[in-house]
């Protein structure tokens, strides 16, 4: 256990000089149905990372029936609605490994066997973990979609993975919005023939068009048995793919495997914030609260398995930070007197837009540790998060991962590093992480900048890209051989913090949602009038990075207003409204080298209103489309 600030200097340092036996320690507190032979086995090269080699167990059984006898009666999630007038749901670990198995042996019966792929598109519900924990129970492979994406978005990613059976709900609540979800789903199933069945949770009532495929959730789980033998697998068994963007083509699944993950996500959640009492589980009276949606890897790793592979109890909010008003979170902090909360920088300036007489209402002398995850956290809103939520009592732990990497990378240790406003401080025990040069030299010392790259595999690092283990290669092994390239620009300062940057590639932070520009581009290229679009992120207040889209578009006939407003709804039906473009400029060309490459360095600049020194223009084929480029600036 780390205490104090030394002994996380001490751990880190063996964790580094050793660290199979470090590992060894932290695998040692699971239920092992066979004890791994080798602890890791690796090369960055093809890649192949293996840990825990010729491990057997059950993830399932370790987040859940391990706590069953002394905890069955703890809570394991509280869920609060959408509406703050409906009905709080809570759910034990009993309950949980009821509803789980009932749906593991639902699932089971409908043909689901080890290694086939479910895909779930849900809305911010307990059924959503279950549909989750109940994949790993059997040892079929979840791929979560987000279910805000567009349904072509939804089918290209059940057709990547070949997913034989999907999990929804009729619609889902948002705010003071209702989404039909299931007819995003019959929309994207007409062009996905090899799904056989689709679960369908009734939540909101909305009417749905009910076809051969569909079953009811509710006409089938709560008849199946509450008892069900959990699958054994292999620590490198898949246990999940999830969907990420990068800076090209469609988006990629990321693959983690059973037992990495286990071990990664439970240390990282237990270490990083510090949830007292945790080995004590009867007499934990912590509350966590992780905000992101079930869909990121947020979720996946700090809402469903790191909390509940600790026992830990946790909040899990259907809703929006915003509805019925801005003071929706401080609200559910009050009443379920949450100790922990993790949110993304995103939220805490729209709530610091909204005013301080949204939090002063409630009483938020519960909290003990503020969380940040997905996106740099500028200095004015971790100020205001310390001092108007954390009332200057709380340490902020700035996150610093990605889906790729699991579990949280760099951080600080809630209470024991310390903090910096804007930096994610330190590499947790066991993370070598490097700056390195665009040559891939390594930049040694502090007070330096440069590209981020781990040179040890960690035990939940990315396996492979579902069915294309070169891309894989190629995205985050090829760029420096030998290191693990995370595409985040870093810099360490002159006591060895980490403070990262942003993307040093072509991929866009959008309120903490991470979309590739080349993805954008494609949606809004196919627009009927639209030849050729350049996309670029730019500086946003709230969002962090905006989209502003260049639009060639030679020969239209219409209004542009017109034409911008079909623009974004093309993009929202490609991939879904988290992409929609907020500046749309009409252009008659982009700027490109001779070789025909686009300079996004230039479209950026605009972008950000710094046309004073755009920088050399000389190698450009045509230097006034930069003129016009600028002149026209939105
Ligand atoms: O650029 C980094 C940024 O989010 C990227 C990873 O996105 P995703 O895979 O969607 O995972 C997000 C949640 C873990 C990173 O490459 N990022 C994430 N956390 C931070 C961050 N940037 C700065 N500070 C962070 N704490």
């Known amino acids: 256990m780390i205490r104090t600030y030394d002994d996380y200097r001490e751990i880190y340092r063996k964790?580094?000089?050793?660290?199979?036996?470090?590992?060894?320690?932290?695998?040692?507190?699971?239920?092992?149905?066979?004890?791994?032979?080798?602890?890791?086995?690796?090369?960055?090269?093809?890649?192949?990372?293996?840990?825990?080699?010729?491990?057997?167990?059950?993830?399932?059984?370790?987040?859940?029936?391990?706590?069953?006898?002394?905890?069955?009666?703890?809570?394991?999630?509280?869920?609060?609605?959408?509406?703050?007038?409906?009905?709080?749901?809570?759910?034990?670990?009993?309950?949980?490994?009821?509803?789980?198995?009932?749906?593991?042996?639902?699932?089971?019966?409908?043909?689901?066997?080890?290694?086939?792929?479910?895909?779930?598109?849900?809305?911010?519900?307990?059924e959503s973990v279950?549909?989750?924990?109940?994949?790993?129970?059997?040892?079929?492979?979840?791929s979560v979609v987000?279910?805000?994406?567009?349904?072509?978005?939804?089918?290209?990613?059940?057709?990547?993975?070949?997913?034989?059976?999907?999990?929804?709900?009729?619609?889902?609540?948002?705010?003071?919005?209702?989404?039909?979800?299931?007819?995003?789903?019959?929309?994207a199933l007409r062009e996905c023939p090899g799904v056989e069945k689709v679960l369908m949770y009734k939540h909101t009532g909305t009417i749905v068009n009910l076809t051969e495929k569909d079953i009811i959730?509710?006409?089938?789980?709560?008849?199946?048995?509450?008892?069900?033998?959990?699958?054994?697998?292999?620590?490198?068994?898949?246990?999940?793919?999830?969907?990420?963007s990068g800076s090209t083509g469609k988006p990629k699944g990321v693959v983690h495997t059973c037992g990495g993950y286990m071990v990664y996500t439970c240390y990282t959640f237990q270490t990083v914030f510090q949830m007292d009492g945790l080995n004590d589980v009867n007499t934990n009276q912590n509350v966590f609260w992780c905000t992101a949606d079930v869909g990121w890897i947020t979720g996946?790793?700090?809402?469903?398995?790191?909390?509940?592979?600790?026992?830990?109890?946790?909040?899990?909010?259907?809703?929006?930070?915003?509805?019925?008003?801005?003071?929706?979170?401080?609200?559910v902090i009050d009443k379920y007197k949450v100790t922990h909360f993790y949110t993304a920088p995103t939220a805490i300036r729209a709530l610091e837009a909204a005013g301080l007489q949204y939090v002063a209402p409630y009483d938020l002398s519960s909290l003990k540790v503020l969380g940040s995850v997905g996106?740099?956290?500028?200095?004015?809103?971790?100020?205001?998060?310390?001092?108007?939520?954390?009332?200057?009592?709380?340490?902020i732990v700035d996150t610093w991962w990605q889906t790729e990497t699991g579990g949280i990378m760099i951080s600080a240790i809630a209470g024991i590093t310390p903090t910096k406003p804007g930096y994610a401080t330190l590499p947790l025990p066991g993370i070598q992480p490097i700056l390195v040069d665009e040559k891939g030299n390594e930049i040694p010392g502090n007070d330096v900048e440069g590209n981020l790259c781990i040179k040890f595999p960690w035990p939940s690092i990315v396996?492979?890209?579902?069915?294309?283990h070169a891309r894989c290669r190629q995205a985050y092994f090829e760029t420096y051989p030998g290191l693990y390239f995370t595409g985040d620009g870093c810099k360490r300062d002159h006591d060895g913090f980490y403070r990262i940057t942003g993307r040093v590639d072509d991929v866009m932070n959008i309120s903490g949602h991470r979309i590739g520009t080349a993805e954008v581009e494609s949606a809004i290229n196919s627009h009927i009038d639209v030849v050729e679009s350049a996309v670029v992120?730019?500086?946003?207040?709230?969002?962090?990075?905006?989209?502003?889209?260049?639009?060639?578009v030679p020969s239209t006939t219409k209004n542009h207003d017109m034409l911008k407003k079909e623009i974004i709804a093309e993009v929202n039906k490609i991939i879904g409204p988290i992409a929609k473009p907020d500046k749309i400029q009409i252009v008659n060309g982009l700027p490109k080298t001779r070789s025909g490459k686009i300079m996004r360095r230039i479209l950026r600049k605009v972008a950000e209103g710094e046309i004073s020194n755009l920088g050399d223009t000389s190698t450009l084929l045509d230097p006034s489309v930069v003129e016009e480029i600028v002149k026209g600036r939105l």
Not at 38 to 53: I, L
Request: proline residues 7%; hydrophobic residues 35%.
């Open 217 to 244: 959730w509710q006409d089938v789980v709560p008849y199946a048995s509450p008892v069900c033998e959990p699958e054994i697998m292999d620590s490198e068994d898949m246990l999940f793919i999830l969907y990420t």
């Open 463 to 468: 396996r492979t890209t579902y069915g294309d």
């Open 537 to 552: 992120g730019y500086p946003h207040d709230i969002k962090g990075q905006g989209i502003y889209a260049y639009v060639i």
């Open 375 to 395: 996106e740099p956290i500028n200095e004015e809103a971790w100020q205001w998060y310390h001092k108007n939520i954390g009332k200057e009592k709380c340490p």
């Open 15 to 126: 964790s580094i000089e050793n660290p199979e036996h470090f590992w060894d320690t932290i695998a040692d507190q699971f239920v092992w149905h066979k004890r791994w032979t080798k602890t890791v086995d690796w090369n960055f090269n093809d890649p192949d990372v293996k840990w825990f080699v010729d491990g057997k167990f059950n993830i399932t059984q370790n987040a859940i029936d391990r706590h069953l006898p002394l905890n069955s009666g703890k809570t394991a999630f509280i869920w609060e609605p959408n509406s703050p007038e409906g009905h709080k749901r809570i759910i034990t670990y009993q309950n949980l490994h009821d509803e789980v198995c009932q749906l593991a042996n639902t699932l089971k019966n409908l043909g689901v066997k080890k290694g086939d792929r479910v895909c779930i598109y849900m809305p911010m519900i307990p």
């Open 146 to 187: 987000f279910a805000g994406f567009s349904s072509s978005a939804l089918a290209g990613r059940i057709q990547d993975s070949d997913c034989k059976i999907v999990l929804t709900s009729d619609g889902a609540y948002r705010g003071p919005k209702d989404i039909p979800i299931k007819s995003v789903v019959d929309e």
């Open 130 to 142: 279950f549909a989750m924990l109940a994949c790993a129970r059997i040892g079929a492979v979840h």
């Open 300 to 331: 996946h790793s700090y809402i469903a398995y790191g909390p509940l592979l600790a026992g830990a109890s946790s909040v899990l909010f259907e809703g929006v930070p915003t509805f019925p008003d801005a003071g929706r979170f401080w609200n």
